[in-house]
């Protein structure tokens, strides 16, 4: 999950820093390069030449269920009851790389407006979260490197 967050674009210069960390983990890994940026495919985004590739949406879902149970754990004291509904909201999908058309831009939009009480952290470059509490539900926002955001919510 650290590799695709640190290729992601938007990220700030901690993140970018850590991209010789990512590079080093897939020269001692080439399975994990093969793995993970196996559909690799150059395009160009507003004149800038990058990548995109397809994630394994599974394995980054089971990578943020367990952080939002880490941190339902550190809020309440107790495990969490229920199920995550997971939502990587800086992914895009090709659909909008080729036609600029999302069909989830209002939904990402609803999210990032939520005001999420945001939380006390080391390292608040690196990651930083923030609750929001409502009637029979919980959700919480994950901000990696200022610019890769996740949403998991669920009911309480």
Request: proline share 3%; with cysteine.
């Amino acid at each position: 999950m650290r590799n695709i967050i640190t290729l992601s674009m938007g990220i700030n210069a901690a993140g970018v820093g850590h991209l010789d960390v990512t590079k080093r983990s897939f020269e001692n890994s080439p399975k994990l390069l093969r793995q993970t940026l196996k559909d690799f495919e150059t395009i160009l985004v507003k004149g800038q030449e990058t990548g995109i590739f397809k994630g394994d949406l599974v394995r980054m879902g089971i990578v943020m269920t367990a952080i939002a149970n880490a941190l339902y754990f550190k809020e309440y004291g107790v495990s969490y009851p229920s199920r995550w509904k997971v939502f990587i909201t800086s992914l895009t999908t090709q659909q909008e790389f080729e036609t600029g058309i999302s069909g989830w831009e209002r939904f990402v939009d609803f999210m990032m407006r939520i005001q999420f009480k945001t939380r006390d952290v080391p390292y608040p470059e690196i990651f930083r979260y923030g609750v929001f509490e409502m009637v029979g539900g919980i959700a919480f926002e994950f901000v990696f490197y200022d610019g890769f955001f996740v949403h998991c919510w669920g009911p309480t």
